[in-house]
């Protein structure tokens, strides 16, 4: 089981608010991401960071905002939730995996933040 | 633009039986290809991860082909069980990005009825 941590895992605000996904990882992991999903859909890359005071914008535009100024911790904020906002945010971090002659990227996802907005 | 499609989107089958998901990518230059086991309301969890001089890999009663110069995958389950039941995911990492970036599918959701 990986050691990562999401929180809230059901949010569930009214238009307007702010709001902040927590997401920590105590595998001293330096790569970590944001995903978004909505049901029956594929993950799209919202947020990633190679390390502290690193932060880029994934494939999928998002009015969110993240910050990492903790190896641990990656938090994904929104200034004022609306309802297109509303769907599964999954928080990942990774290592880089030796195997054989190559080596790969193996990504460790939490157990996600289901958000609603009313 | 880099793609990864599976069929079929959904399947139900009963407890004991086995069943086969397929993958068919066009992510270019490949590196590895992953399924994953996504829960309801939960994180995906990998179950296998194959590069391209690999063919096959199991891991106990999930067993993953690769056929890199078609470009296809499958999942096979044995023996299925109800805890089976979850959405599996086809995920493809190309050779050109450092930040290893996934491309995923959208998933076959799996019902095991008993």
């Known amino acids: 089981e990986a050691d990562i941590y999401q929180t809230p895992r059901y949010l569930v605000i009214g238009t307007g608010k702010k709001i902040t996904l927590e997401c920590s990882q105590t595998m001293g992991h330096d790569k970590m991401y944001w995903y978004q999903q909505d049901p029956g859909m594929e993950l799209h890359l919202i947020h990633y960071s190679y390390g502290v005071n690193s932060t880029e914008k994934g494939d999928l535009s998002s009015e969110s905002t993240v910050s990492r100024i903790r190896t641990e911790h990656f938090p994904l904020t929104l200034e004022s939730a609306r309802p297109s906002h509303t769907s599964q945010y999954l928080c990942a971090s990774s290592e880089n995996i030796p195997s054989g002659r190559f080596s790969y990227n193996e990504q460790f996802f939490g157990p996600g933040t289901r958000l609603t907005v009313l | 633009k880099n793609q990864v499609e599976q069929s079929p989107q959904s399947l139900i089958i009963l407890e004991g039986k086995n069943c086969t998901l397929q993958?068919?990518?066009?992510?270019?230059?490949?590196?590895?290809l992953r399924w994953y086991k996504q829960d309801t309301g939960r994180g995906p969890v990998s179950l296998t991860i194959m590069t391209f001089s690999e063919n096959t890999k199991s891991n106990g009663r999930y067993t993953a082909t690769l056929d890199a110069d078609t470009k296809q995958s499958s999942l096979h389950i044995t023996a299925s069980q109800l805890s089976d039941s979850a959405s599996y995911i086809c995920?493809?990492?190309?050779?050109?990005?450092?930040?290893?970036?996934?491309?995923f599918g959208r998933g076959t959701q799996l019902t095991v009825w008993p």
């Open positions: 993958c068919n990518y066009t992510v270019s230059p490949f590196s590895n």
């Open positions: 995920v493809v990492t190309d050779r050109g990005s450092t930040l290893g970036r996934l491309y």
